[in-house]
DNA sequence: TCCGCAAGGAAAACTGTTTTCAGTTTTCGA
DNA sequence: TCGAAAACTGAAAACAGTTTTCCTTGCGGA
């Protein structure tokens, strides 16, 4: 049994709460994908293994994940709440590529810092904190130089459409 | 006729589309409300001067008027849309007490900086960047301090309640 | 005056999330 | 080992904020 599941685990017995095979199964697969899960993604995933298992029961679980501190809240605006690993995962923040949807990571401990000295200023104590830097990344920077390039001089008639990030 | 106002109706102008009284009284009152307002907030606010006015007219308006750059969305990540003032408004962050609510707006250049060298070191390109600091504000701290004193050494019974943020 | 485009409001539709409901499973003490 | 109590589950309904649809209204130019 790994770290994590005996956290859940744990977590699951003081709240006087049962173990089974969903949530288990459910912990499982959110352990094993690094990436920032929306309710549906994990939803997804889940009934691929098990057709059984209804959305309800993947809401429940991430909020459980979520208190027990294995499971991380992220909201980026767009209206979904993402989940991201949070057991011994270091805190960071993230830069999201519109164009494509890419998730990058990112810490700065002076950002840190002075976010830090800006709350003391204002006598506020931080509970918890969220840096989000929307733009475009390398990646599509790259491509749509590519397009430009082509609209100056077209050579093909198929122009690529930028895809909207979801 | 503010420069606000101007600015409104060229866009307008520039969509094809028309100045009508609606459009009007809803800039009208965003204008002279110096707040994070939420569609509901101002729907309500409108409705006091027109009871005639839809809440349909008033997420189309502020639809408008953050493309006209007047407005801005902030989501703070409760599910509601905030609109701040964005025209001739320096960008700042916020600071978000989740006691009572507020919110406290602040700015540092060097987080900027930093924001930026962050960004550029993973050769991204920022149109937009959002910092939330979540946490409980001065106020709410000496608050919160006088009921552990008062708990510690009950007076009175009733002990307050802490009023949660929307 | 007539035409056509855009506007406005009500209501329906939509989206992600939460709650309700009713049947099922698990736990635990006797 | 039984049986009651508590928790679990999935489906469907409920919800809240937002967007779309639909149809009437009305302004502005020919």
Redesign the pocket.
Known sequence: MTEEQEVFLKH?QK?????????DL?LDIFLRTEEHL???DLYRLVKRE?R?????????????LTEAGLAREV?FG?????YEHNYKHQHHDHMICSKCGRIIEFFSAELEAIQDAMAAKHRFQVTQHLLRIIGVCAECRRAMKEADKEKAAPRGSARQTTARA?
Do not use: C
């Open positions: 699951i709240k006087g709460l049962k173990r089974t095979t969903q949530r459910i929306s309710s549906e098990d059984s298992i209804g959305q309800t029961t993947v809401y429940r679980t991430l909020k459980l909201r767009d209206g979904i709440t993402h979801r």
